[in-house]
């Protein structure tokens, strides 16, 4: 029963009271060994993020969450290194990212996964390059307009701490 709250609270956004209960496997996402690990990763990368966005807010979602792929439903790092997809809001990154001419998708929710110019011109090519490099796996990064809105449209993780 614990379990189940505390999965929906994790999975559909919304706000964690702490680290939930130990063992619950939605409390890290896949491709991590432990929380720490987790939390060493995350943490750096929202950290690093605020320094150029500092109302940042992140969020894992994807296979790193649900353990399958979306488009094989394959299991997450089987047969392939599976990325990790990133949900980004904040009122200062979408003001920048607006002001970029970075596309949004049609309903001005979110963005498609970010690219290499897009990234640059955002000041967080370095930063992407950067956790890619460390996690061993490509990182996907997508602005959203609110994390309420990001995590409402896909099961997610966010990154309270």
Known sequence: MVEEAVDKLVTRGGKRPGAGPPGLRRD??????????????????????RERYPDAEI???????????????????????SDFDVAVSGDSL?????????????DGVSTPPLGADDLRSLGLRDVIGDASDEAGRKVNVMIYR????????KPSIRVWF
Do not use: C, W
Not at 76 to 81: K, L, Q, S, T
Not at 98 to 106: F, K, L, S, W
């Open 28 to 49: 890290v996402p896949h491709g991590f060994r432990d929380f720490p690990h987790f939390q060493d990763y995350a943490g750096r990368l929202k950290s690093r993020i």
């Open 59 to 81: 969020a894992f979602q994807g296979s790193a969450v649900t353990g399958r792929s979306h488009d094989t439903h394959a299991p997450f790092d089987e047969g392939r290194v």
């Open 94 to 106: 979408n003001r920048a990212a607006r002001d970029a001419g970075v596309p949004y998708r049609g």
């Open 146 to 153: 609110t994390m309420e809105e990001a995590t409402a449209r």
